[in-house]
Structures are given as C-alpha cells and as structure tokens.
C-alpha cells in the first residue's frame, strides 16, 4: 500500500490567475499593433502573464530542459529501433553534446539536465548528479509482468516531485520536458490507449528513430498484450504507472503536478511526455493548464492525448527524435511572444480619444441630414 495521496495534488494545484489573464488581454487592446494581428502569439502572451501573475509579462530568462531517462523491458520484443538496453549510449552523447538536443540548447544558450530513473548500465558509468535519483536498473516487460513494483513507483514519481521543486527554487522560469529511452514510446502508447479508451492500432506508432512494418505490427501486439494487463487498474494512477508505466515515467508525472503546484510552466516534448501528462490531468484536472505542448511529432498517441487535454501543438515539424528537441524548437516562440507583450508600445492616449470621438461625430452627421 503506497503511503502517496495524489488526491492532495487536487487541492494543491490552482488555476493561472485568471484576473491577471483579464488584465493581460486589456493592455493587448491597448497595445499599436491591433489585437489578433500577432496570431497565436497574443494568447501565448497572455497565458504566460497569467502563469507568472504578472502584467507586463515577465520574459523568459532562466530556461532549462530536463529529460528523464530510462530503459524498458518491451524493448526486448524488438519494438524499438534501437537496441534493448541501449538508453545509456543516449544518454552519453546528449551529456556530450553530440545530440540533436544538446546542439539545439547550445546554440539557444539552455542548459540540459539528464536524470536517470531506470537505465540499464551500471551507475558508475555516468556522472553522479544524472544517477543520484536512479529507482533500478531497467524496467519490467509490461506484456508479461508490473514494469516496477508499487514502492518503486512510488520512489520514482517522488524523485519527479523532488526535481521539479530543485528547478523551481533554482529560478528555472520554464522547463522543456523530455524523456530519454528505449521502448518507452511503447509504454505510452500503453498509458494513452488505456486512459483514451482506444484500441492498441489507434496509439502505436513508429517511435523516435523509425521502425518497419514488422517492428510495427510487434509493437501493436505488445501494447494490446500491456493493455489487457492495463485496464483492471485503471482507477489507481499510481498502480497504472508501476504495472506499464516505468521508473522514468512515473517520474515525469511526478514532475508535471508538482511543476503545477509550483506555478513553474512546461513545454511538454513527444508521446511519452503526452502519455505522463494524461496520467496527471487524471489525477489534477487543473494541471494542464501551466502546460504547453510543444510540437506535434506525427506520433498517434500524442495526437490523443493531447486532443484528450485540449491542447494545440505550437508547432508542427513532425520532430520524431524525442530528447526534448521538438519541444526546445518552440522555446523562441514562447519567447517572442513574452517580449511582444511585454514591449509593444501603447497607443497615445490622445489617439484613443479620437477613435472614441469618431462614432458621435458619424452619429451626430447622420442625425442632422434627417
């Protein structure tokens, strides 16, 4: 029996300040360029003045990407396109600069945190500040057995907690959320299909480095073969994520609600981040609201699930690689649209005395020509 009430996160979690959203969309009006004409950046303006309850709108300064990384079990069934066991190697070359990640966070100037919840390689190999929060080594093959037991769920999804409170006390301002793994695209597509309702074909797609029709059709069965293992623990979140969830992803659940709690917002990257961020809008169904998503990978389980929580891709480049990149490409965009709102002049306030003056004049016109 988990000693964690996630009920508490419920009552923990508040909406964004929805006068300061008000006040947000009044200085918009007040603003040169007319209202509507910056597109979606005027909602993206106003959604962060809100999140930061603060008008004018902060700018985004102190970004950071987290990536959770871990290996799973399934990747054994050959569903992956790369081999079992294999995340570490990932791993080592974000940390080494060699990633499509690491090179975009270069060049944006946006440090990268790697935490470690479930590789499968010995601890040493890696720096002690990725591995000091490591659960175990691999997860289970969810087809056939719990991907952890209920204590490390429960361990993992506190480490995501205890992350998310580190960033926020450091002044992190916004996270981009990612996940490094193999075979973790199938325990979403797991999560997705069960909390969706669906069927196993709906939610499986062809993963981060692409796989074939074989690999496809494998991948399918074992998240039909997870689901049936899925469904009789529906109602308990946190036994959901130890029996086809992993020790990276409970983490990432823990992250997004507590990140929710602390009024820190996140850019959510890939299905896997998706499928974590169904399973917390399940437990707080205001936490989506601090949550942005990113970019829409062409992953069907993503599609879902973001449909499920309402919310619109920013972009839509069909980044497939997973590792936070699809989520850091929309950082700029996040940031454009906070200086836009929060530097765009106003208009003169003798010209808005005149806009107003205009309708009586034409009233006054037309009631003298009857």
Do not use: Y
Not at 144 to 149: F, I, K, P, R, S
Not at 177 to 192: E, M, P, R
Not at 329 to 350: D, I, R, S
Request: hydrophobic share 45%; charged share 25%.
């Amino acid at each position: 029996m988990s000693s964690l009430n996630l009920d508490d996160f419920t009552d923990l979690i508040e909406r964004p300040d929805g006068g300061v959203r008000r006040d947000a969309e009044a200085r918009r009006e007040r603003q040169i360029v007319p209202p509507g004409a910056l597109g979606r950046l005027d909602d993206l303006g106003e959604w962060l003045a809100a999140a930061q309850s603060a008008v004018p709108v902060r700018s985004v300064e102190r970004p950071r990407v987290v990536l959770f990384a871990g290996d799973h079990g399934i990747a054994e069934l050959g569903v992956s396109g790369r081999a079992a066991g294999s995340a570490a190697e990932l791993v080592r070359e974000v940390l080494e600069g060699g990633r499509p990640v690491s090179i975009l966070a270069r060049r944006l100037g946006v440090p990268v945190r790697v935490v470690d919840m479930a590789l499968d390689c010995d601890p040493d190999e890696l720096p002690q500040d990725v591995v000091r929060h490591r659960v175990r080594r691999g997860s289970g093959r969810i087809d056939v057995e719990d991907a952890l037991t209920l204590e490390e769920a429960e361990a993992a999804f506190r480490a995501g907690v205890a992350v998310a409170d580190e960033e926020a006390d450091s002044g992190t301002d916004l996270v981009v959320l990612g996940d490094v793994s193999v075979g973790g695209t199938t325990a979403a597509g797991v999560l997705v299909a069960a909390l969706c309702g669906t069927d196993a074909s709906v939610v499986t797609g062809r993963g981060g480095t692409g796989i074939d029709d074989l690999a496809w059709m494998r991948k399918c069965a074992a998240i039909r073969d997870a689901l049936r293992r899925a469904r009789p623990v529906l109602g308990d979140q946190l036994q959901l994520l130890a029996t086809v969830g992993g020790a990276d992803l409970a983490a990432i659940t823990g992250f997004l609600l507590q990140s929710a709690v602390r009024k820190l917002p996140v850019v959510l990257d890939g299905v896997v981040v998706a499928a974590c961020a169904l399973v917390g809008q399940r437990i707080a169904f205001r936490a989506p609201d601090w949550w942005l998503a990113g970019q829409s990978s062409g992953e069907p389980g993503q599609a879902k699930a973001l449909d499920r929580m309402a919310l619109e891709p920013l972009l839509d480049h069909g980044v497939t690689v997973g590792e936070g990149a699809g989520g850091l490409l929309a950082l700029p965009l996040v940031q454009a649209a906070a200086a836009l709102a929060a530097e765009l002049p106003e208009k003169p306030a003798a010209f808005e005395e005149s806009q107003e003056e205009e309708p009586e004049k034409a009233s006054e016109e037309e009631s003298e020509e009857e």
